[in-house]
């Protein structure tokens, strides 16, 4: 089963995420700031982690970086996943190493189309 | 205070000095036209004349030196001053810009959850639902999208307002672009019964400008020309033409039209006609505030045309390509 990790500091936005991932067949596991992810990801393989940025502890960017900056990571999938929408915002993450950016609020159709890429078979 | 007296005192020194020479003037003049001066005088006279003008000079060049100095004092304190503002302006639209981005987040946040939730429940995620409860959800769902349009909308409107956007120019196809922009406001509204004619001047074939904002504009009129058209029998004309430098755009609907003491209004932030306008037709009382900001910030304009109860034309132009002139940053 494809395993993601959701970072993600808000309770709610967390559940509709995992929500939505369990109901596409996703193994979902989840971490509630930078620092928390970090050590998630050293302890299990993830194929995906969706990324929050404006978190508390340690923000996504930064944990993102750690991450990256270790060889083992570098076959994880990132993909930030972000209420900050403001003109540049999606340029200046996908600079910082993600490979795609998802803005809140969803679009529960398109971001399930978009999940499914990452699904392996 | 000081700088008062000084500068008196300047202006003083001068005029003494001027109405001193004059005086000893006349006496000489007339001591010569007598010539009644004994030698010992003539030498006294001489003395004072030297003492006089050395007084003079001495007095004249303290002067210009306070009057200098004291000048460049003032203009150093209104530079010092003008720094600090700039700094403090600065400053302050740095706060504006966190604020504005923050507020942004803060309020997409929670819109993620009602628009997420709203949407899971509407596909069945959490089992069947009855007709009212359907309906329901329904009622989340739209508006909880019309306040991210909302929201988009403002953020949009401060940011231009702020004097921020910038224009990422490209040259494209502008058949292209116009089909592509129907299609996007075909795919989103009820009204898929309304007729969209367009006819496009073959000599436009490109134009250079912003292609999202162009979008933007373009989108916003045509979904009013669809909001406002006539529920049976609607046709919405799209004609693009070549008028000198320009581009002209202009889009007519059969719609309800627009008294012409209204026109002004149409333009102006928050300002539908009626407040059941609203209510009937949706959209937020931005959409051609914003489309007049984006298509000035073209250099172009926009206007209206229409007689009420038979339809509106709205028109804008743009020119065909953008001065070469570069925007100074801040």
Redesign the interface.
Known sequence: MTKVLVVEDNPLNMELVVEILNSLGFEVFGAINGEDAIKEVEKEHYDLILMDIELPVMDGISALRIIKSKPEYHNVHTVALTALAMKGDKEKFLAAGFEDYISKPIDVPEFMKKMLIFKKS | MEKNLIRKFSIYSILIIAILGIVLNLVISSRIENMVIERSEITKLQMTIAIIIFLGLFTLYFSLIWIVKDASETIMEQNLALIKSHEELKEMDKMKNEF??SM???L??????????S??MK?K?AGELNERQEHYIDNILKS?KHL?TIVNDI?DMI?IEAGKTELVLSTFSVPFAIDENIECVTSNTEKNNVIINKEIDPQLESIEADEQKFSQILVNILDNALKFSKKDGGVVNIIARKTGDNAQFSISDNGIGIKEENFKKLFMVFQQLDTGISRKYGGTGLGLSISKKLVELHGGKIWVESKYGEGTTFTFELPLAQKKEVKPND
């Not at chain 2, 997409?108 to 939730?117: D, E, K, S, Y």
């Open positions: 504005i981005n942004s987040h803060e997409r946040t929670p819109l993620n959850a009602v628009i997420g939730f949407d899971l596909q995620n909880g991210l953020l940011v």
